[in-house]
Antibody, heavy 119, light 111 residues
Framework: EVQLVQSGAEVKKPGESLKISCKGS????????LGWVRQMPGKGLEWMGI????????RYSPSFQGQVTISADKSISTAYLQWSSLKASDTAMYYC????????????WGQGTLVTVSS | QSVLTQPPSVSGAPGQRVTISCTGS?????????VHWYQHLPGTAPKLLIY???NRPSGVPDRFSGSKSGTSASLAITGLQAEDEADYYC???????????FGGGTKLTVL
């Protein structure tokens, strides 16, 4: 079974750094693009960016370029999303999802990581 | 403001049929990029419902169907059931943004 398992919920203060993870199993992790999606409280889904773990080729949505860093370690089938200095507006649920197909869709999705940034 | 536009909410009684629209532009749906649909229940991971405009993954009931025409796409749900109450999102690719885009989401209420 293809599965993505994300790290647990985080509570941080503004200005702190954070790295959350997404571990894939049941498929060749290096061979599929993996994306990150944000859902702010009461809002919809926003595509943040994607990474190809095979060579760490990374693409960002213009809205998130420079705001976060996406990385991956194919040796442990894990992708990461990190912030160097969190803001209260980063409070959201973050999902990872495997990108599939030529006109790509996302399947499956991780269970989500809730990030709360509050002083 | 989402790149793809969906109605904020739709509703229907059990057994009825509802449709959810997804309107894009010439840089995404209108450019020929496929539309995909997801069902999102509170507290769970989004689930792929339709891919490639009209294809259902294994396990998705045939009560769910998708279509695409021009710069728009639609998700139809027939024989509404209480368990269908969820948020539904369309997704495509946008050439001007060089990345995936989502609709704003539609909350389906089963009356």
């Amino acid at each position: 079974e293809v599965q993505l398992v994300q790290s647990g919920a985080e509570v941080k203060k503004p200005g702190e750094s954070l790295k959350i993870s997404c571990k894939g199993s049941g498929y060749t992790f290096a061979n599929y693009w993996l994306g990150w999606v944000r859902q702010m409280p009461g809002k919809g889904l926003e595509w943040m960016g994607i990474i190809y773990p095979g060579d760490s080729d990374t693409r960002y949505s213009p809205s998130f370029q420079g705001q976060v860093t996406i990385s991956a370690d194919k040796s442990i089938s894990t992708a990461y999303l990190q912030w160097s200095s969190l803001k209260a507006s980063d409070t959201a649920m973050y999902y990872c999802a495997r990108r599939v197909g030529a006109t790509p869709w996302f399947d499956p999705w991780g269970q989500g990581t809730l990030v709360t940034v509050s002083s | 403001q989402s790149v793809l536009t969906q109605p904020p909410s739709v509703s229907g009684a059990p057994g009825q049929r509802v449709t959810i629209s997804c309107t894009g532009s010439s840089s995404n749906i209108g450019a020929g990029y496929d539309v995909h649909w997801y069902q999102h229940l509170p507290g769970t991971a989004p689930k792929l419902l339709i891919y490639g405009n009209s294809n259902r993954p294994s396990g998705v009931p045939d009560r769910f169907s998708g279509s695409k025409s021009g710069t728009s796409a639609s998700l139809a749900i027939t024989g509404l059931q209480a368990e269908d109450e969820a948020d539904y999102y369309c997704q495509s690719y946008d050439s001007s943004l060089s990345g995936s885009v989502f609709g704003g989401g539609t909350k389906l209420t089963v009356l």
